[in-house]
Protein backbone atom coordinates (compact mmCIF):
# COMPACT_ATOMS: atom_id res chain seq x y z
CA UNK A 1 0.00 0.00 0.00
CA UNK A 2 1.29 3.64 -0.75
CA UNK A 3 0.06 6.44 0.84
CA UNK A 4 0.46 9.80 -1.49
CA UNK A 5 -0.24 13.08 0.19
CA UNK A 6 -0.36 16.00 -1.89
CA UNK A 7 0.59 20.07 -1.19
CA UNK A 8 1.03 23.31 -2.97
CA UNK A 9 -1.72 24.21 -5.11
CA UNK A 10 -3.35 27.36 -4.77
CA UNK A 11 -4.30 30.55 -6.73
CA UNK A 12 -1.94 32.07 -8.90
CA UNK A 13 -1.63 34.64 -11.90
CA UNK A 14 -1.37 33.30 -15.73
CA UNK A 15 2.21 33.44 -16.37
CA UNK A 16 3.12 32.70 -12.56
CA UNK A 17 4.69 29.81 -11.33
CA UNK A 18 3.65 26.82 -8.58
CA UNK A 19 5.14 24.10 -7.26
CA UNK A 20 3.18 20.61 -6.52
CA UNK A 21 4.60 18.18 -3.69
CA UNK A 22 3.40 14.57 -3.38
CA UNK A 23 4.94 13.06 -0.61
CA UNK A 24 5.02 9.04 -0.68
CA UNK A 25 4.34 6.76 2.61
CA UNK A 26 8.72 5.55 3.14
CA UNK A 27 9.73 2.04 2.86
CA UNK A 28 7.91 2.17 -0.87
CA UNK A 29 9.30 4.94 -2.29
CA UNK A 30 12.64 3.60 -3.91
CA UNK A 31 10.49 0.90 -6.25
CA UNK A 32 7.54 3.29 -7.23
CA UNK A 33 6.97 5.23 -10.54
CA UNK A 34 4.78 8.22 -10.43
CA UNK A 35 2.52 10.47 -12.15
CA UNK A 36 0.67 13.59 -12.12
CA UNK A 37 -2.74 13.97 -14.27
CA UNK A 38 -5.34 16.73 -13.59
CA UNK A 39 -8.90 16.88 -13.99
CA UNK A 40 -11.27 20.11 -14.76
CA UNK A 41 -14.95 19.86 -14.49
CA UNK A 42 -17.17 18.41 -16.79
CA UNK A 43 -13.56 16.69 -18.33
CA UNK A 44 -11.83 13.62 -17.86
CA UNK A 45 -8.80 12.76 -15.96
CA UNK A 46 -5.79 14.18 -18.10
CA UNK A 47 -2.38 12.80 -18.02
CA UNK A 48 0.37 15.84 -17.38
CA UNK A 49 3.77 14.08 -16.47
CA UNK A 50 5.34 10.87 -14.91
CA UNK A 51 8.82 10.11 -13.89
CA UNK A 52 10.13 6.42 -13.58
CA UNK A 53 13.59 5.91 -11.80
CA UNK A 54 15.47 6.98 -14.99
CA UNK A 55 13.09 8.79 -17.10
CA UNK A 56 10.53 11.80 -17.45
CA UNK A 57 7.41 12.51 -19.28
CA UNK A 58 5.39 14.80 -20.19
CA UNK A 59 1.68 15.59 -22.01
CA UNK A 60 2.15 17.82 -25.14
CA UNK A 61 0.39 21.26 -23.42
CA UNK A 62 3.01 21.62 -20.63
CA UNK A 63 5.79 20.24 -22.27
CA UNK A 64 8.36 23.37 -21.85
CA UNK A 65 6.53 24.90 -19.28
CA UNK A 66 6.58 21.84 -16.28
CA UNK A 67 9.06 20.02 -14.57
CA UNK A 68 8.73 16.42 -12.65
CA UNK A 69 11.45 15.86 -10.62
CA UNK A 70 11.89 13.59 -7.57
CA UNK A 71 14.31 13.94 -4.07
CA UNK A 72 14.50 10.24 -3.48
CA UNK A 73 16.05 11.28 0.56
CA UNK A 74 13.03 13.39 1.32
CA UNK A 75 10.34 10.41 -0.55
CA UNK A 76 8.64 13.50 -2.63
CA UNK A 77 7.87 14.14 -6.52
CA UNK A 78 7.65 17.44 -7.42
CA UNK A 79 5.62 19.57 -10.47
CA UNK A 80 7.24 22.73 -11.19
CA UNK A 81 5.36 24.87 -13.13
CA UNK A 82 5.94 27.59 -15.42
CA UNK A 83 4.16 30.25 -17.05
CA UNK A 84 1.13 28.92 -16.12
CA UNK A 85 -2.11 28.95 -18.55
CA UNK A 86 -5.74 29.87 -17.79
CA UNK A 87 -6.89 26.53 -19.25
CA UNK A 88 -3.79 24.92 -16.71
CA UNK A 89 -7.00 25.28 -14.11
CA UNK A 90 -7.66 21.81 -12.72
CA UNK A 91 -7.45 19.60 -9.74
CA UNK A 92 -4.13 18.02 -9.59
CA UNK A 93 -3.42 14.60 -8.63
CA UNK A 94 -0.34 12.66 -7.47
CA UNK A 95 -0.08 8.78 -8.74
CA UNK A 96 1.84 5.84 -8.01
CA UNK A 97 2.59 2.39 -9.51
CA UNK A 98 4.79 0.07 -9.00
CA UNK A 99 8.06 -0.59 -10.43
CA UNK A 100 10.43 1.37 -11.32
CA UNK A 101 9.84 1.56 -14.95
CA UNK A 102 6.83 2.27 -17.00
CA UNK A 103 6.40 0.02 -20.15
CA UNK A 104 5.65 1.55 -23.44
CA UNK A 105 3.56 4.66 -23.11
CA UNK A 106 1.26 3.05 -20.05
CA UNK A 107 2.56 6.15 -17.61
CA UNK A 108 -0.29 8.33 -19.58
CA UNK A 109 -3.02 6.13 -18.66
CA UNK A 110 -4.91 6.62 -15.40
CA UNK A 111 -5.79 2.66 -14.91
CA UNK A 112 -2.17 2.30 -14.86
CA UNK A 113 -1.70 3.50 -11.15
CA UNK A 114 -3.02 1.67 -8.19
CA UNK A 115 -2.50 4.88 -5.90
CA UNK A 116 -3.87 7.88 -6.17
CA UNK A 117 -3.52 10.98 -3.57
CA UNK A 118 -6.69 13.61 -2.73
CA UNK A 119 -5.84 16.11 -5.16
CA UNK A 120 -4.83 19.76 -4.71
CA UNK A 121 -6.73 22.53 -6.61
CA UNK A 122 -4.41 24.67 -8.98
CA UNK A 123 -6.46 27.89 -9.95
CA UNK A 124 -4.65 30.21 -12.64
CA UNK A 125 -6.38 33.36 -13.33
CA UNK A 126 -6.02 36.39 -15.72
Known amino acids: QVQLVESGGGLVQAGGSLRLSCAAS????????LGWFRQSPGKEREFVAA??????YYADSVKGRFTISRDNAKNTVYLRMNRLKLEDTAVYYC?????????????????????WGQGTQVTVSS
Open 95 to 115: AARGGRYFGGSSYQRPDEYPY
Open 26 to 33: AGTYSSIS
Open 51 to 56: ISWMST
